[in-house]
DNA sequence: CGACGCTTTGAGGAGATTCAAGACACGTGG
DNA sequence: CCACGTGTCTTGAATCTCCTCAAAGCGTCG
């Protein structure tokens, strides 16, 4: 098996060069975010930054030994396994800012594969380097902690969204990747949905001849415009009661 | 608001003063797994031990202040939260051995209550003792964070059991419950199914009606035996195929 | 321009829910 | 000890949501 994560030198160009965790635009949502000075400097010594994979390429596979950890910066990617039948479902989608990773972390061995789904750049946070601060560094094993356990509260909105109608779902879904651009500087209510709706149904359990028609559905209420992959959010107000309170009163 | 976890003093009767971290019989799946002994020696001087709820009473409550870690050492219990519009959602069962509060751990305010499904027992790691063997014991924050990533495995699981038809679900929940008894010593093939019907529904995200009817005809195939809540499986093997590979080539 | 994959649309059917009613279990008080 | 009441569990029938299968439209890339 070929080694999935390039060191830095072959990939890391001089384009970029000045480019560290200090001065990152990433800063507060990546690793940084909890970290003080010093701890930063010493993480800006460790991190391989400029990775690239194109469209469709892992960035790690299921199966692999622990890789490290993953900072996204640009592009997004999806986190998918194989169910007992040998189907993949899709855990993830995944945007600039967001750590990859986690599930490698505990057992040594990723259960996950993350792929790309258009062009990807990214930092890599070797697994060797990361017990080495995990060991030296307590702001940064908290950091992981914290990580970790946000998890916990995303395992529960999943559970959440997993007992609402198809329509819900569709909806918290596009309200979701609105905030997370939002939060990350990108348009909140016009973007691109990178993943294919097959992708989109895979995460969220619906089958895609079923997205298409809620989408189009959508449309037709004038909540959204959908052009091929690219959304506008045009009610955003009336998206998110439909998704609130929908099924509770609201008439067809 | 009351204090719902009592000091150990007024709860700790002289009963069982005996018991440490070090002899307790759980001690291969609590904290201590995963710490050398004189970590164990110093988790067991932190510990409040011997804390009772009876059914129905909380051990922590939802958007009450992080309490610290839990460790429940006999009887069951739930983790609930409360979905959007406001109605209960059980994220898990408790068992024996298990660990809970992890849903506080990061943001330090808890986003599930904790609720006994009959009288428990449990040890109490608080919340500024939690932050004290993290600082101080490598081995500690190493175990929290194996923990909370375990979650995400967890969090695989269960988006993987929502895609499947409520009968392999249920199925599943049974076969997982017995895996769970039988690491912790009691009977794989005869327990007591401590959660109503109700419950086992909302977990699962399946009306109970449905429930009870797949219980019925989990009995007319003789997989299982059930006597209200007292369950034995009769058939495990054909119980594990009915759930792995039933919606693919079975014939009704 | 043609082939391929992705998306859309329609029709029919399966699985699970909801509503309604009856059976059973458990605890209380007479 | 039994009658009674409450809550849980079971069962049935009608309904609905979403899936599956099938086919046609659209876009993209060699």
Chains 1, 2 share one sequence.
Do not use: W
């Not at 800006?44 to 990775?51: C, K, Q, S």
């Not at 990747?177 to 939060?183: A, D, K, P």
């Not at 989408?215 to 690219?230: A, G, H, M, P, T």
């Amino acid at each position: 098996m070929t080694e999935l994560i390039a060191p830095s030198s072959s990939a890391s160009s001089g384009t970029n060069a000045a480019v560290t965790c200090t001065n990152c635009n990433l800063d507060n949502l990546c690793i940084p975010k909890g970290l003080v000075r010093e701890e930063i400097d010493e993480l800006t010594l460790l991190v391989n930054r400029n990775n690239i994979r194109q469209k469709g390429e892992p960035i790690y596979h299921a199966g692999g030994s622990f890789k490290g950890i993953i900072a996204l910066r640009s592009g997004s990617a999806k986190l998918v396994t194989l169910d007992s039948n040998g189907n993949e479902l899709i855990v993830d989608f995944i945007f600039p800012g967001e750590l990859l990773g986690f599930d490698g972390l505990a057992s040594q061995v990723h259960s996950c594969s993350a792929i790309a789904l258009e062009t990807v750049n990214f930092c890599h946070l070797p697994a060797q380097k990361v017990e080495q601060l995990a060991a030296n560094t307590p702001g940064f094993s908290n950091v992981l902690l914290q990580r970790s356990c946000d998890q916990y509260e995303s395992q529960v909105e999943n559970m959440m969204l997993s007992r609402r109608t198809a329509d819900e779902r569709v909806a918290c879904f596009i309200l979701r990747i609105s905030e997370r651009l939002r939060v990350r500087g990108y348009s909140e209510l016009e973007f691109r949905l990178t993943m294919s709706r097959e992708e989109m149904g895979n995460h969220l359990g619906i089958a895609h001849e079923t997205i298409s028609r809620i989408i189009r559905n959508f449309q037709d209420r004038n909540l959204i415009e959908v052009k091929s992959k690219q959304l506008k959010i045009t009610n955003k107000k009336e998206l998110f009661n439909f998704y609130t309170s929908y099924s509770l009163n609201s008439p067809k």
